[in-house]
């Protein structure tokens, strides 16, 4: 008897009711209502089929994927304490200790009021509603505004999107909507509309929508007092319709509605010409000579902003609406020799440790002298651009050798102050290498 036989075709063999093929000619067999199986290859085909139509749904073995969330462990007891998203921020950000400290508070607030309504579901009889605090960061360019908000996000494993507030304009006018910024928001949450309804949204150069003047106009402020007006029901929380792939809005168009009650909102700008007006409302308190305890002794003119107050913004040029709407308001301290220097060396992502890992990848071993350091904070600082100067000053001592010395076959290079001043100076000659 040949019954074991896998070759045989017997009248009582299983087949795939598909494809045809016997239990013998594939390694899977599943089966079905009334004596009815299919096979794994079938079963593969199938996957793909639909995957192609709806768009990759489905994941590899068939089975439907489900939304990625942004912040999959982030719950009230995970949360990061204040203390922990400091020191967090201190790996990264050199510095600007009370900035850090109210953007931790202000973080770790937010998201326990997002935690907690996502926990309860619905607001009970005698629950205590916790308001929105969005957060205000006044401060010279490269001070580390971006960069905190871009390390806290990342650091919570949220959406995060950056806007620059000068592109804005009401709706109606040349440039972009206000809805635009939610756009960003979408595209950085895979759209994933619950995951960006929880995530960071950081307006740069919020200074530069301030209201033109007090004086009436013929004309309409829709750079500036338009974008204030149509920022506020971002701010405050709202359903927006957003168009899904960006640009100008029209009444045919499909809209994605985005809630803005839980995202973070986080503003900054440098307000150049607010020392004016801070110095002058600190002068108004002050009539005569000099007391030994007049406040104006500790007053200069590099920490006058740190006395920055809602007031002295509303005279800027910002609503009072808008303020309102982002109570709470730090300060960036322009960086000093000492932070500059830091700032090269002591960060995790520090520049040097950047090009330190560039030509490690090369095979070659880079060493900066302490010389060449001082010589680039001392460029940086006289150019005054802050943290971003420093690379701007650091790749172009650094472009020739970068470009030279992974074709050489170098094993060690050192960046001296010799080297570092005969290439900022644009003077061109090979590196010294060994």
């Given at each position: ?13 299983k087949r795939?009711?598909?494809c ?6 594939t390694d ?8 009815t199986?299919?096979c ?10 639909i995957?192609d139509t709806?768009?990759?749904?489905y ?14 462990n ?13 020191e967090?921020l201190?790996e990264?950000?050199v510095?600007q ?7 931790s ?14 926990q ?5 009889k005698n629950?205590v ?13 490269g ?9 806290i ?6 959406p995060?999107?950056i806007v620059d ?8 006018y ?5 809805e ?6 979408l595209q950085a ?15 740069d150069?919020?200074?530069k ?16 007092e338009g974008v ?5 029901k ?11 792939e ?9 809209f994605i509605?985005?809630?803005t009650?839980h ?16 110095a002058?409302?600190?002068n ?5 000579f000099r007391t030994?305890?007049d ?8 920490n006058?902003?740190s ?5 002295d913004?509303?005279?800027?040029g ?8 982002l109570?709470i308001l ?13 700032i ?9 440790k ?6 490690e ?13 001082d010589?680039?904070?001392?460029v940086t600082?006289?150019e ?6 420093l690379r701007?000053?650091a ?6 050798a970068?470009y030279?010395?992974p074709s ?6 050192v960046?001296?102050l010799?080297?570092?001043k ?7 000659s090979s590196?010294?290498?060994?």
């Open positions: 008897m040949a019954t074991g036989h896998k070759g045989n075709d017997t009248p009582h063999e795939c009711s598909f045809g093929r016997s239990d013998s000619q899977l067999l599943i089966g079905g209502y009334n004596d199986y299919i794994g290859d079938c079963v593969t085909q199938i996957q793909s089929l995957a709806v768009g990759g749904a994941g590899a073995k068939g089975s439907p994927q489900k939304k990625v969330k942004k912040e999959p982030l719950t009230l007891s995970t949360l990061p304490r204040p203390k922990a998203i400091k967090h201190d990264y950000v510095g200790e009370d900035a850090k400290r109210y953007l508070v202000a973080v770790y607030n937010h998201y326990k009021r997002v935690l907690q309504d996502a309860t579901g619905e607001e009970t629950d509603e916790i308001e929105k605090s969005n957060v205000l960061m006044v401060g010279p360019t001070t580390g505004k971006t960069l905190l908000a871009q390390t996000a990342r650091m919570l494993n949220v995060f999107a507030a000068t592109v804005l304009t009401e709706a109606g040349v440039g972009e909507d206000i635009s910024i939610l756009t960003r928001l949450a895979n759209q994933d509309v619950e995951a960006a309804e929880r995530g960071i949204v950081f307006i150069e919020i200074d929508i301030a209201r033109k003047g007090d004086n009436p106009s013929i004309t309409r402020d829709v750079s500036g204030q007006q149509g920022l506020l971002l701010l405050e929380g709202a359903d927006i319709n957003v168009p899904p960006g640009g100008r809005k029209h009444p045919e168009q499909k509605k985005v809630n009650r995202i973070l909102f986080i503003c900054a700008g440098a307000f150049v010409g607010l020392e004016r007006i801070i002058q409302r600190l108004k308190h002050y009539v005569g030994e305890g406040a104006r002794n500790s007053v200069s003119e590099k006058i902003m006395f920055v107050t809602h007031r913004l509303r005279s800027f910002l609503i009072p609406e808008i303020l309102g709407r109570p730090t300060y960036l301290e322009p960086l000093s020799r000492e932070t500059l220097r830091k090269l060396t002591e960060p995790k992502n520090a520049l040097t950047q090009y330190l890992k560039l030509f990848m090369d095979g070659i071993k880079l060493r900066f002298t302490d010389e060449a350091l010589y680039i904070v001392d600082e006289k005054n651009l802050g943290a971003r100067g701007s000053v790749e172009g001592i650094m472009m020739e970068m030279t010395l050489e076959g170098v094993t060690e290079f960046v001296d010799d080297y570092a005969r290439h900022t100076s644009g003077i061109s590196p010294h290498a060994k």
